[in-house]
């Protein structure tokens, strides 16, 4: 079932791939959000009902102005102020980037490892993932000396596990149930 | 209304009817006083011997005639009466030999109830003996079935441990064992396992 913050996203999905700015946009609408993360008393003033819609507005306009944002993301988010759906944003942020990965054909995989890999190791990875998810993947990389030895992969709700870590955890298993 | 009481009554009516007759014979005589009376002639004597007969045999009659009924009547209740007391006599003497040959099995019934409380308490004892032996025995199964229990436990326990510090151990070899090139065959043999499950 499709949520209200689906029907937002998917509307500036459309005009973002329309405009082939897809990327463009999910990365303005990301930098505003971190601007009303960082001001908590902006997202208050904009889901304010006491303050006009005119001013909201006019806030609005003044803070894509100063992050440079495209003229779209400032026709979004006068749609959402005028609706009062502010307190929404991050959930429409959180749908537009899964439709516009869905779209796109992108698989977002988060891929942790004991010691740095090497890029030739991430691009064969990133090769492999490609092939056993059948889209492309975008990885994000990242370091954890408890896994001992070994990669984690995780795509979605699918992780795969090849750590040492993880193979001792089963061995012990294994020696405490015989 | 009783016979004696009667008889009484009438007894009183007929005195009074002997007194009227007397009565109305004497006035005529007083009231002759003033001349030489007639009764100390003969005749007067014959005539006074005649009113003490009539009333002699007045008072006889009406002596005879109530009295006799009133006095059987009155001994006939202190008869009764005589006749009640000995029949409660009777009951109370009967009362009091029951009363008598109770006492006397008194002994025999407190020897009796002595015999029936000594049985009693035999069973019950015998009854509480059982059931603490068979509580004992209750308690000694649950206790050996606790044992092994416990006993359960801590091998259990024992193999976790086991297998914690095998696990550790391992985790410390590999840690120091660990190379670039184990590294390197730690990952291909990742993306082998992975390209296994892409075809």
């Known amino acids: 079932m499709r949520t209200l913050a689906d029907r937002y996203a998917a509307a500036l999905a459309d005009v973002a791939l329309a405009e ?3 990327e463009k946009i999910r990365g303005e609408l990301e930098s505003f959000l971190a601007l009303m993360r960082e001001a908590p008393q902006l997202g ?11 001013g909201k507005r ?18 979004f988010l006068c749609v959402v102020l005028d609706h009062r ?14 439709q516009l990965d869905e779209r796109l054909g992108v698989k977002r995989a988060e891929v942790t490892s004991a010691r740095e890999l090497p890029d030739g190791d991430q691009k064969k990875l990133q090769a492999v993932l490609s092939r056993l998810t059948g889209k492309k993947i975008e990885a994000q990389y990242k370091l954890d000396p408890q896994l001992i030895a070994g990669t984690v992969v ?14 001792i955890e089963k061995l012990r298993h294994q020696l405490a149930s015989q | 209304m009783k016979p004696a009481s009667r008889g009484l009554r009438r007894g009183w009516a007929a005195c009074l009817l002997c007194v009227f007759v007397q009565a109305s014979l004497l006035l005529p005589a007083l009231a002759q006083e003033e001349a030489p009376s007639p009764a100390d002639s003969p005749t007067g004597y014959v005539f006074r011997w005649l009113n003490l007969a009539l009333l002699l ?75 603490a032996k068979n509580e004992a025995e209750k308690i000694a199964r649950a206790a050996v079935a606790e044992m092994e229990a416990a006993e359960r436990a801590a091998r259990q326990q024992l193999r976790v441990t086991a297998a914690r510090a095998a696990a550790d151990r391992a985790a410390a070899l590999v840690r120091q064992r660990m190379n670039p090139a184990a590294e390197n065959a730690l990952f291909s043999a990742f993306l082998g396992e992975l390209e296994r499950g892409a075809q």
Do not use: C
Request: charged residues 30%; glycine residues 8%.
């Open chain 1, 20 to 22: 082939n700015a897809a």
């Open chain 1, 85 to 98: 759906r502010t307190r929404l944003l991050p959930e429409i942020q959180a749908a537009l980037d899964r």
């Open chain 2, 57 to 131: 045999a007045a008072i006889v009659w009406v002596v005879r005639k109530f009295g006799g009924p009133f006095f059987r009547g009155t001994a006939r209740a202190i008869q009764d009466a005589i006749h009640g007391a000995a029949a409660g006599r009777a009951a109370a003497e009967k009362e009091m030999s029951e009363v008598a040959r109770q006492l006397a099995g008194l002994d025999a019934e407190a020897r009796e109830m002595r015999r029936a409380a000594g049985r009693e308490s035999a069973s019950e004892a015998e009854r509480l003996r059982a059931l």
């Open chain 1, 44 to 54: 208050t003033l904009l889901g304010s009902p006491a303050v006009p819609r005119a």
């Open chain 1, 154 to 167: 995780r795509i979605g709700s699918t992780i795969y596990d090849g750590s040492v870590r993880t193979r």
């Open chain 1, 58 to 75: 006019a806030v609005a306009e003044a803070l894509v102005k100063r992050l440079g944002a495209s003229r779209t993301l400032r026709n």
